[in-house]
């Protein structure tokens, strides 16, 4: 009995321990909040010059948050975004253990590019640290900063062709695989000094190359594989003088218009479905013209000459406090070009272009003016002779 009440004590003991020992907790360590950090700049404006791109454009400084923990240990997060998204869409950069960054032109003008700002044009952007222990507990958001940016050129990714002209062949396209190919339908117009596009009638599921030269084969411009998922609609190109992949064209015959951005190294192919689609010819008529209201209007004076897949041109004498409108069917009033909105500013000399749109205002003064029309971008512009 003395065993039996012995052995019961020992396993008494024993469960009082194991009690004991898993009701012990393991203590943590207790931090006092930290404040949010101050945020300053090296400046509000930001404008470096291409030959500056490795040296630091925008150098950022913060205060400490005050956690009571290894400073090395503290995660900062850099946000930048254009201004008004309210960080939408910020870029960010993580920081760990320092109270500041430098970024060098380069990178903070790729981020402006990145945003599709325009070279050379100042943009406002907003810039922010958020603070946080290293497993991201307590965050603390800084004030916001604006800087204006401007982002600087940099060269474009694939070379802009040295002919400063582009040309469509190959079985998509209408003069087939026909090298010289037919002008002015298969040459694209020139957008700015980076860009080309051209609207075209496509062959469905057929293939096409882009070149700087017609009736020559040496130089082309390519993608890399026309398997690719999308590769119909857009992708990435480049200038080849060996083989390379053709262009698909998209499944559906029709009008597209094919966009090349030599900045970016894209293309773009989209269905044009205007209203009016392409013209085959183009005309003036309107009280600013010579021929007045009266139509079918007098040609040749009066008819535009097509110069590349997208623009037509002419030079006219134009009556001040008239108007005038494009007809593509001379004699018919059924099909008609006239301006979006006939108040904004400079629609005198230039605006955009609508189907069925207000008569066009003329400019200010009785004179010669060479008169550019171009579907590739809905535009119109006037320039006195």
Known sequence: MKLINKIYAIALLALVCFAAACDKKNELPFYENGTAVVLTASATTVAPAPADSNNT??????????????????????????????????????ITGKLEYAFVAKELNAILLGFGFNFNVAYDINVRVTSSYGNNNEQYKSNVLTIKATPYKIPPKVAIPGSGKLFIVGDASQGGWNNPVPVPTQEL??????TFGGIFQLNG????????????????????????????ASGDFSAST?????????????????????QTGKYDVTAFTQQHGLPTNLFIVGGATPGGWNNPVPVPAQQLSRVNSTQWQLTLALKKNEKYLFLPENGS???????????????????????????IPAPDEDASYKIVFDLVNNSYKLTKQ
Request: charged share 25%; aromatic share 10%; no cysteine.
């Open 57 to 94: 454009s925008l150098k950022l400084s913060w205060t400490s948050p005050e956690y009571k923990t290894d400073e090395a240990t503290v995660k900062y997060i850099i946000e930048v975004d254009s201004a008004g998204r309210n960080f939408s869409k910020a870029i960010s950069k993580t």
């Open 189 to 194: 117009s020139r957008i700015d000094e980076t």
């Open 205 to 232: 599921g057929k293939e096409y190359l882009i070149l700087p030269v017609n009736g020559s084969w040496d130089n082309k411009y390519v993608i890399a594989n026309k398997s690719a998922v999308g590769a119909s």
């Open 242 to 262: 060996g083989p390379g992949d053709n262009f698909p064209a998209p499944a559906t015959n029709g009008l597209y218009k094919i966009i090349l951005d030599f």
């Open 333 to 359: 009033w059924g099909k008609k070009f006239g301006v979006e909105d006939d108040g904004v500013p400079g629609v005198k000399l230039g605006g955009k272009l609508a189907p069925e749109g207000k008569d």
